[in-house]
């Protein structure tokens, strides 16, 4: 399995494409910004770009969508349904977090409508890449409609904004809850196993043994 990883946006955020070695088939997980580097390695490394699969749908993980779909027409678009309104209204979303006008132009986010979401995300379905199987657990908390991807032959989980090394996500934007999330990381993200290598949104890997041992939101949870 291929996992490049880039950091795009004023946000730090990790924009992902995941791909199978064997088939070329790819994915790109939360294009967070447009990214001229992020489109030359999915060209120079001969990629089929299949989908965009994103975990929710906060500017930080859709800004690139619409560039990217641009470049890679025959993608599919994939979102939950509930945050399906948050995606729609992208241009809206740093108003609503109250940078100015000026401050969208200088910092790359004014955003036109998004493309239009191909399908929508099930809770437990299994998610084909070549080779590779992404099963999509509906993990709620951060935002209402957040998945989160396993890889099990991989032991690899992509959390966006649910885990972060030391920390969890956001809980006070619209749509969020602490409880949801609580509930989402302990009997979704930290069954999967303690030997799983977490990819946040934002910072750096890290495992979820390692979480259920040192995050101070995290402690005394054992399964
Ligand atoms: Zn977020
Ligand atoms: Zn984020």
């Known amino acids: 399995m291929i996992i490049e990883t880039f950091v795009l946006s004023p ?5 992902r494409v995941v791909a199978c070695e064997a088939t070329r088939k790819a994915v790109c ?24 699969t994103l975990t929710h749908g906060h500017l930080d993980h859709v800004g ?7 470049e890679f027409p025959d993608a599919e678009i994939l979102l939950h349904k509930d945050d399906e309104d948050l995606y729609r209204s992208l241009p809206a979303q740093p108003l609503r977090m ?8 200088a ?44 890889d099990e032959s991989s032991r690899s989980v992509f959390v966006g904004d649910c885990l972060f090394e030391g920390s969890i996500g956001r809980t006070d934007l619209p ?9 989402s990381i302990n009997n979704k993200i930290l069954p999967l196993g ?19 041992e040192f995050n101070p939101f995290l402690q005394g949870r054992y399964f």
Not at 11 to 15: H, Y
Not at 98 to 105: A, E, I, T, V
Not at 175 to 183: A, I, K
């Open 98 to 105: 109250g940078l100015s006008p000026h401050q969208l132009r």
């Open 11 to 15: 946000f730090q955020q990790n924009t």
């Open 107 to 150: 910092l790359g986010m004014e955003y036109d409508d998004p493309p239009g979401i191909t399908r929508n995300w099930t809770d437990g379905e299994i998610y084909a890449i070549g080779e590779i199987r992404f099963k999509v657990l509906h993990c709620p908390g951060h935002t209402p409609g957040h998945v989160v991807f396993a």
């Open 194 to 212: 303690d030997d799983f290598v977490v990819y946040s949104g934002h910072g750096r890997e890290t495992t979820i043994g390692r979480e259920r």
């Open 64 to 70: 690139g969508t619409a560039s990217l779909a641009q």
């Open 29 to 52: 997980i939360d294009p967070g910004a447009e990214s001229g580097e992020l489109i030359d390695f999915i060209r120079d490394n001969d990629l089929a770009l299949q989908a965009i």
């Open 175 to 183: 749509g969020g809850s602490y409880e949801q999330l609580m509930d």
